[in-house]
């Protein structure tokens, strides 16, 4: 494992931990394969929840949605626990039924994850939109993967070697997306960030009937009410979520999640020479699954 400091010719800053030629996150603990064997190795049940999301997709939006449908409760939960992140122990000790989260490629999964032997939801969102709030997070960190212009955050997403989990979006995106197409154990539920915005309660009626939970019409209901985006950004920053690591960020501790929670603000942030560059690197690294994808970007 390296640990890689790179600076781009604008003055850019990224880092990360590259493992067998891989690009991983830089909080990957250790030596990145050791807690990756410990994850493809994680003892699961039929009960057990995997959320999948490239980072900024709306991972807390679906945690926090499937969690309540999952308890049965109306009862906002925070953030998910990340497997590639985490002492394993402390998803071994969790309560049932548990849910937790992952960044990582599909290969990287717990192995009973692929051999059906519990649920996954996978959640996309269009990577322009990804692109924007990824900056804009990044931008509030210390020490974080990527310090400076929007410019040169994007030319570090267009490439493989950047903050991800193991390459881009593009990498990623088609990875979950042929794991879903081509391996019948798959248990694997997939949504759209955009789908959710358009219609949250079919979303909703979807996820219940995927988790065989309580789909009665008054709980649903309940539920979307409370996971729009003002209940959940304010629940965020008056509850659950303050904790060391974000501790010198402005809003007391938390991290900063709820920004705007819209479709299409990437076009506030892109020049039209910077969305041409997008669009031809994204009809070359995703010409082969475009149509089965149908990625909406407004
Ligand atoms: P923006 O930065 O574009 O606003 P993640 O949880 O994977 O880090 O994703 C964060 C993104 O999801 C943020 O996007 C955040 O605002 C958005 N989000 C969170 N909850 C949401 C909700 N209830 N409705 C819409 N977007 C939401």
Redesign the pocket.
Known sequence: MEYVRKTDNQGNIIRFKRFQGRCFNKDIPGNVGDQLEKVANLQCRPDDVLLC?Y???????LFNTARMLQMGIIQYSGTPEMIEHQDLRVIDNMKFPRMFHTHLNYQFIPKMAKDGQLKIIYLVRNPK?VA??SH??QSKLQNASYTGNFDGFLNAFLSEEFLGYDGSWFTHTKEWNTARLTNPDLKILFLK?ED??KNLHTNIVQIAKFLEVNDEERFLKKVEEA???E???KEHATRLGESDRWKHLGDNGRMP??????VG?WKTKFTVAQNEKFDEVFEEKMEDISASLDIVYE
Do not use: A, E, Q
């Not at 999640?257 to 819209?262: D, E, H, Q």
């Open positions: 999301t980072p900024k997709s709306g991972t807390h939006w939109d924007c709030s804009i997070f960030f959710m915005k996971v729009g985006f209940n959940l950004k999640i709820y920004r705007k929670g819209i603000d």
